[in-house]
């Protein structure tokens, strides 16, 4: 299967994560939606991730961070400078 990389916003209660997922280039659970609506999946694999505070503290890069699915608000994919 051919993949792609999209670049993705995450919020949880506590922090907004900006970071990488991988999603097939085309067809079933292409879309962002399809993604995170897969019944297997507990955890959000995400790549070259910045995770910032909601509260305000300092913000933290990891080159790794696996999300849990349950604690994700609101997903959206990323568009620099909106």
Known sequence: MET??????????????????????EGYRSRLSDYLNRGDLDFIPIV??????????APESRSFVAVARTHVQLAFPYEPGA
Do not use: F, K, Q, S
């Open 4 to 25: 792609r990389t999209e670049r993705i916003v995450l919020e949880t209660h506590r922090h907004r994560i900006v970071g990488d997922v991988t999603l097939p280039r």
């Open 48 to 57: 070259n991730a910045e995770l910032e505070p909601l509260n305000g503290g």
